[in-house]
């Protein structure tokens, strides 16, 4: 590792295979963890956070800071017991926030952990046969896969080979089983060998890095957004291989333009029993390749738009030492939510529940969390977390249907027919209070977005339009805002930049068509557009797909005439 290192790489590197100082810092059940300390954290995990909401007030009255923590479990795919789904339910109780959150890559997360109960949350979690580690941190994330129960034998394959994948690229370290499972702890002055991590090394990846296989047809997963993504061609019946894509991501910092959102590139079709060889190799030219030296240019985003997806591909085909084929063309993808009742195999159904930005609470309407918790205790089916952060409940036998409408009724959890298509397909990070990077708000303010912007959609005669709605409290793009018809992303507090012109099946970026608006004038910022689309759309054409044809600059256009004229009326 030669060159200039920025100052995470050199904690990363010094670490001892991510042990670093963890051990002496949880010994004190108050104290914040240090900033190096909360780097490593992330590998395991966690997120040292606090309630930004109480930080001005704490200050005032002279209190430091009241940390707590974020744990995110690692979930391939999504998938979950009815044992595994329970205890993170009883876990935010008793250390959490009451609430639970679906990610966006099919994690779950427990809020608002106080120090003194990280270590008793994690072990009961691993004890369900779950772990944090890898969830977080400068490794491959959560592999994300379609969470559609496989009755098939091709779609079965398809899954295994991302489990295969997301086992394979699991970090080695014993670190977290020392630190948080009883383990043996290494001695700080006792070497730690560097084939503890055959993939990752000392310093692990450059920045995080994300995975994704598609399922034919399917790209609930947003396979074009992610680091690697995997498309499947099935031929007679069988699984001939994987579309390998490379270079996606959506992270940016306002303030520095060699930063910005990116689609993957087709890199090569892939026989199926060499698709790990390749992966493994992508991330290995990342590793020794990636930008070290700053972090917001160290995605592998960056690595192949500087240098192109040829002089990429030459490297992948150099480690596994053969040449790659050429990519084949894309098959159509959709993006489908799995929402409702579907047949299953075996006289069993499966049931999917809309979640509103993920967030499993109760409120003085539904009662969602209440609501899962007794239909799960009852029915035992498995729970898989959906990428766009909603929940199927899965192998629900037929003669249990009608006891889980009941229950889901009395709770006043809403059938997905009864919400609203904009609502549906809308998605937020959650922001503020608890991320340290929120510029403004986004999980909280969302749904009266969603209000109003239900209300102008009525009133144009499109309220059974699909609309893609994504919002995100900065530019880090959790949410994947940059592909949805319509995003919202934070640029200062209560202001944001409004995106148009992005596609449902993630396979176009959206474009800016306004920055700085606030809040309270998101939905009266695109009201014109709504009436100019209604009347001048093409047959089967989204509001994405008319935005992007018409073209930014004409859309402002109009808005100015329109409001000119509304101010002359």
């Not at 969603?450 to 102008?456: A, Q």
């Not at 200062?492 to 995106?499: E, F, I, Q, W």
Request: hydrophobic share 40%; glycine share 10%.
């Amino acid at each position: 590792m030669s060159g200039p290192r920025s100052k995470v790489e050199v904690v990363k590197a010094g670490s001892r295979q991510l042990r670093g100082e963890l051990a002496a810092a949880f010994r004190d059940d108050l104290a914040p963890v240090d900033a190096d300390s909360g780097q490593l954290l992330k590998f395991h995990g966690l997120y040292q956070q606090q309630d930004r909401d109480l930080r001005a007030t704490r200050r005032k009255e002279g209190r430091g800071p009241d940390p707590s923590f974020m744990v995110r479990s690692r979930i391939p795919g999504g998938r979950l017991t009815a044992e595994q789904y329970l205890v993170h339910d009883d876990l935010a109780t008793r250390y959490g926030n009451g609430t639970l959150r679906i990610t966006t890559r099919q994690d779950l997360q427990l809020h608002g952990v106080l120090k003194g109960g990280v270590r008793r949350a994690l072990q009961a979690i691993n004890e369900r046969l779950i772990t944090t580690f890898g969830a977080c941190g400068d490794v491959v994330r959560n592999v994300m896969f379609c969470p559609v129960p496989a009755d098939d034998p091709v779609t079965r394959e398809i899954e295994s080979h991302a489990r295969a994948i997301a086992e394979h690229l699991l970090p080695r370290s014993r670190a977290y089983h020392e630190l948080w499972l009883d383990g043996e702890p290494v001695p700080t002055d006792a070497p730690v060998a560097d084939d503890e991590e055959p993939i990752y090394g000392r310093a692990y990846l450059p920045r995080k890095f994300k995975i994704a296989v598609a399922r034919p047809g399917d790209n609930c997963v947003d396979v074009h957004t992610q680091d690697v993504g995997l498309v499947p061609f099935v031929e007679r019946g069988t699984l001939a291989g994987f579309n390998v894509l490379a270079g996606g991501g959506l992270g940016m910092t306002h303030t520095k333009p060699n930063t910005f959102p990116r689609l993957a590139d087709p890199l090569a079709f892939v026989a199926p029993q060499r698709v790990l060889a390749v992966v493994e190799r992508i991330v290995l030219v990342q590793r020794d390749l990636g930008d070290r030296a700053d972090r917001r240019h160290a995605r592998l985003k960056y690595l192949i738009h500087d240098r192109g997806i040829d002089w990429f591909r030459e490297e992948v085909e150099r480690g596994i030492g053969t040449s790659l084929a050429d990519p084949r063309p894309m098959p159509p993808l959709d993006l489908r939510l799995h929402l409702g009742w579907r047949v299953q195999s075996g006289r069993r159904w499966c049931l999917g529940l809309s979640v509103e930005n993920g967030r499993v609470r109760d409120t003085e309407g539904p009662r969602l969390r209440t609501a899962l918790r007794a239909v799960i205790e009852r029915v035992r089916p498995e729970i898989r977390l959906t990428p766009h952060q909603n929940l199927l409940l899965t192998g629900i036998p037929d003669e249990a249907r009608a006891a889980v409408v009941a229950l889901l009724g009395a709770h006043g959890v809403p059938e997905p027919s009864e919400l609203s298509r904009v609502r549906l397909h809308s998605m937020a990070c959650p922001a503020l209070p608890t991320c340290g990077l929120a510029l403004a708000e986004a999980e909280r303010v969302l749904p009266e977005v969603i209000d109003e912007l239900e209300r102008e959609l009525r009133e144009a005669g499109l309220a059974d339009e699909t609309l893609t709605v994504r919002m995100t409290g900065c530019p880090n793009g959790c949410a994947r805002p940059y592909v949805a018809d319509i995003g919202f992303v934070g640029r200062s507090l209560d202001r944001y930049v409004v995106l148009l012109g992005g596609r449902s099946d993630g396979s176009r970026l959206n474009r800016v068509y306004a920055d700085l608006v606030p809040r309270a004038s998101l939905v009266a910022t695109v009201r014109p557009l709504l009436g100019l689309f209604r009347d001048a759309r093409r047959p089967g054409e989204s509001f994405g797909d008319f935005c992007d044809r018409v073209g930014i600059e004409a859309l402002r256009a109009f808005a100015e005439r329109h409001d000119g004229a509304r101010a002359h009326g």
